[in-house]
């Protein structure tokens, strides 16, 4: 029976590409840097990595395989851990074009042949590195670009969620204090809705209405106060639930000039300066002290 260490091994000698990855899982559990190929050191790791895979494929191999063992669980700890940087792809791209070149470079310096055709050979391998450096280069500058866009980015969505959550606080505040205000208000005008009626309904025993007044201003004022609040139906449907149609029709409805009595009548009345006048000189009943008209139109 073949052990498992055994098979894969031999599966590995057989497949070039099986063999690289075994390498590569291999190199980054071992926390082997391979980030920067312009590292001497580490473009020989990815050299030996990458021995058997011909250049042609080595360019698509390298960095699907980089990507694909990224999405797996189990190695994209020990990838990272190597340097390399799952938010970088062009940095996995410009793994293999160094490898080539390096191997161009060895095989060139291998070449016994004509000292001059040698010599140019070599300065072209050195002129493609020196391409490939800068071009790592930028792509690192492009990362660290990237990355610091990135920070910034974050920075100011912090700062975005931390004023949003102020804001929504503010206006939680602000909601529970209008909420407060209105019950506050309501009750109030219950209150005073019940004086008014009770007033009313004792008239005759408060020939001065000083309180029948008081009732009336009240309620008066309480009433354009949730009006402002934005509760004029409720209070017109309590009005009319504790007053009644009558009081409320005359009250929330009606103006009427009849209830606007004479100066002289007010000033009797409120300061003991005259005699108020016989109602029956007046050719009606005894009117109300005036009253403003509390709520203006229709619903």
């Known amino acids: 029976m073949t052990q498992p260490g055994n098979g894969t091994s031999t599966n590995a000698a057989r497949d070039p590409s099986r063999a690289f990855l075994v390498r590569l899982i291999e190199a980054a559990k071992e926390g082997q840097r391979l980030a920067d ?15 058997g895979i011909p250049d042609a494929p080595l360019m698509q191999i390298v960095p699907k395989t980089v990507r694909a063992l ?3 669980p189990d ?6 851990r190597t340097g390399l940087d799952p938010r970088q792809p062009l940095q996995h791209e410009a793994i293999a074009p160094y490898v080539i070149a390096y191997r161009r470079y060895v095989r060139s310096r291998r070449n016994t042949g004509d000292p001059g055709e040698m010599r140019d050979t070599i300065d072209r391998l050195r002129s493609e590195l020196r391409e490939l450096k800068a071009q790592f280069d930028a792509v690192f500058d492009n990362a660290m670009q990237l990355e610091a866009e990135r920070d910034r980015l974050a920075r100011e969505n912090d700062s ?6 102020a804001e929504q606080m503010r206006a939680e505040e602000a909601t529970r204090a209008l909420t407060e205000a209105r019950q506050k208000a309501f009750r109030l005008f219950r209150v005073y809705l019940f004086l008014l009626k009770e007033e009313r309904d004792r008239l005759s025993n408060d020939p001065m209405r000083e309180r029948l007044l008081t009732a009336e201003i009240a309620v008066e004022t309480h009433s354009a106060t949730l009006e402002a609040l934005g509760m ?10 504790i007053l009644g149609e009558p009081l409320f029709q005359e009250y929330f409805r009606e103006t009427d000039s009849r209830r606007v009595p004479d100066p002289d009548t007010v000033q009797g009345e409120l300061f003991g300066g005259g005699k ?18 509390i709520v203006g139109g229709e619903r």
């Open 75 to 80: 190695y994209r700890e020990p990838l990272v």
């Open 70 to 72: 990224f999405g797996h």
């Open 232 to 241: 004029r139906g409720e209070a017109e449907d309590t009005a009319l639930e």
């Open 160 to 165: 975005l969620q931390t004023r949003l959550l």
């Open 37 to 51: 190929p312009r590292d001497v050191e580490t473009l020989k790791r990815w050299v030996r990595i990458c021995e």
């Open 276 to 293: 108020a006048p016989d109602p029956k000189s007046q050719g009606g009943s005894v009117h109300p002290f005036p009253k403003p008209r």
